[in-house]
C-alpha cells in the first residue's frame, strides 16, 4: 500500500472513518437500550471505502445509497444532528421522522436519498448522471451497494445504459459477501463481480476496502475519469460487516463461515491500520488523534442530547408531504 | 383553436413542452421508430436531437429509474411506454421509489417525472399487449393518474403533468387516436383532479373514464331518442378524483352507472361506486351499475374480443338497468 497522499488527506480519511465509527458505537448503545427502534443496519468496518469515496468527491456531486448508509451520509457531509433525531423518529430528523435509518436525505450536499430495496437506487443514480450530461455539467453520480445487487437485474440494465451514454457514474460495490444472511458463495458461481465491467467495457477495479487511501486512490480516478466525459467505473470494495446485516448483534448463527472469518476480518480494521501508519510515520501525534476521538465523541452526545429533547411528528401531520404542493416552485435543484 | 386529431394534440404538447422548457426530455423504447408509438410522437428526434428524446434498450425497470433519477436530480422527464404491459417490468421503480421518494425523504426531494403508458388494444393482439392496469396506480399514495379522453385533453393534460411537482402517470389510449376535436394552439393546463361534465342530464348519472367517456356521449345520444336524459362525467383524473362533481352529478340525478376500460375486480368502477355508497347513499333511488371488462385476459380471436370489450351499447344497457 502506498501512502503517498497528503498528511491532511490522510487525516481527513481517518477522521471521516472515525466519526462513522464512533457515531455508529453510539447507535449500538442505543438500539440496545430500545431509545432507537427503527431498523439500524450498521455500516461498523466498512467505513474506508465510504470515506475513501467522498473525500475524493465534490460537495455538489450527487451520491445514493442504501440501508446502510450512516457511512455515506456522514462521509458526504450530512449534518450528524439531523441523522440522529431521524434515528429517534423526531420531527428534526433528517427525513423529519418519515423516513427512519433506511432513508436519509442531505440534498444541500449531494445526498438525494438512501433506499433500502436492493438495487433500487442504481438506475436513479443512472439517471442523475444524464440529468448533469443533458445540463452539460461535470457533476458526478456515485451508487453504493452492497453485493446482492449483482443478482438483481436492473443492475445490468443500469450499467449498460450508463456505459452506452458514457454517464459519469461511479458504482461502488461494497462486497462484504453477505447479501442479509446469504454467503457470496452461496449465491454466485464465481467471485468476480469486478470482472463484470467488462461485458459494459468500462474499467473494473478491485481494491482492498478496508484500506481507505487505496480506496480514494480508486475513487479519485474514477472520478477523474467521469467528469471528463469518458464515461463510468465499476469499484469492487472487498470489505466484511462487522455487525449482523440488520441491528446491534454480531450475526454469528449464520453459517459457520462468518465465525471462521470475522476475527480475520476484525484484525483488518481500517481504522486502526490507518492510525497505525500515522503515528508510524511520525505524521501526527497520539495526542492529536486522541483530541480528534474527543472532539468526535462530544459531537455524537451532542446529536443525542438534541435529538432526545426534539419533538416527534404530530398524528395531524401524517399525511403531509405525500404530494409536493404546485405553487409554481421549482424543483430544489432546478435549472433557471 | 384548430382542429386536430387525439395522437397530433399530444405531438403539439410535446413539441412546445420540448420548446418551452430545457429540462424536459423524452426517453422510452421506440421513441425513434416511426410506428412504434402511433403518430403521436413522430420525428420528435429529429427536431429535437437524439440527446433529449432518447429511445432505449429494452430495459423497461432500468429506463424508469433513469427517468426517475433524472427527475430527483431536477430535469422533468417523461418516460414513455409504448405498452402498459411492458411497463409492468418497471413497477418496482414506479411504487417503491417515484411514488414513495418524497414522503420518505420527508419532502425534502421530490420526483416531477411523467410516466406515459399506452393502452393498446383490440386488433387479436391478445392478453399482453392488451391491458388497461390504471387502477394499480389509482391505490398507490403519492402518484397521480390521468387519462384524457378529448383531443383538448389529451394536450393540457400531458403539459399539466409536466408542470406537476410530483410523479403523474399520463395514460392514453390507442382507441381515441383519431378522434378530432377543438385545441387552442397555445400550450396550456388542464387542472390535475378536475373531472368535466361532457353533457347535462337529469335522469341518471354515467362517470366515465378515457374512451368509455367518448362511448357514454354516444350512449346519451342514443338514449336521448328513447327520451332519458343522461348527464356524463369525464373523469380525467382518476388521482385526485373529483370526488365533488361525482357526487353532485348523482345527489341530483339519483341513479349512477360507473364506465371503464379496466377489469371490474378492485377496478376503477368498483372505487367510484364504493364512494358514491359512502357518500351519497340516500340519493340513491337504484343499485349502482358497473360496465367494466370480465375478469378474464384479453383474448386474440374476433368474436371473443367483441364480447371481451365494452362500448356505448352496454352503456345503454346498464342505463335502461338502473331506470328499471
Redesign the interface.
Known sequence: MSYDISVELQLRLYGTMLRIRIFEERVVDLLEANEIKCPTHLYIGQEAIAAGVCVALRQDDYIFGTHRSHGHYLAKGGDMKQMMAELFGKRTGCSKGRGGSMHLVAPEVGLLSTAPLVSGTIPIAVGAALASKLRAEDRVSVVFFGDGVVDEGVFYESMNFAALKKLAVIFVCENNFFATHLHISERRVRDNIVKISDIYGMPGVRVDGNNAVEVYYAADRAIARARGGAGPTLLECRTYRWRGHVGPKWDLDVGLRRKQELPKWLAKDPIVRLKKHLLEDGAVSLEELKRLSADIEQEVEESITKARQASRPKEEELMDYVFRENKGQESHLAQD | MHRISYAEAIREAFVQLLSRD??V?VIGQGVWSPWYVGTSMEDLDKEFGK??VID??V?E???????????????R?IVVHPRMDFMLLAV??IV??AAN??????????V?IVIRPIINRGGEQAAQHSQALHAWFMHV??I?VVMPSTPYDAKGLLCAAV????PVMYIDDRWLYEEIGDVSEELYSIPIGKGVLRREGKDVTVVAISYMAREAVRAAKLLEESGISTEVVDLRSLKPLDTELVLQSVSKTGRLVVADGGWKTCGATAEIAALVAEKAFVHLKAPIERVALPDCPAPMSAPLEKAYYRKAKQIVAAVEKVLS
Not at chain 2, 61 to 75: D, E, K, L
Not at chain 2, 101 to 110: D, I, L, R, T
Open positions: 430545457p429540462r426530455f440527446d433529449r432505449t434498450p430495459s425497470n432500468g429506463t424508469t429509474g433513469v427517468a426517475i433519477g433524472a427527475a430527483i436530480a431536477g430535469m422527464p418496482d421503480q417503491n421509489e421518494w418524497h414522503y420518505m425523504c420527508g419532502g425534502q426531494v421530490n416531477p399514495p403519492g397521480k408542470e406537476d411537482e410530483n
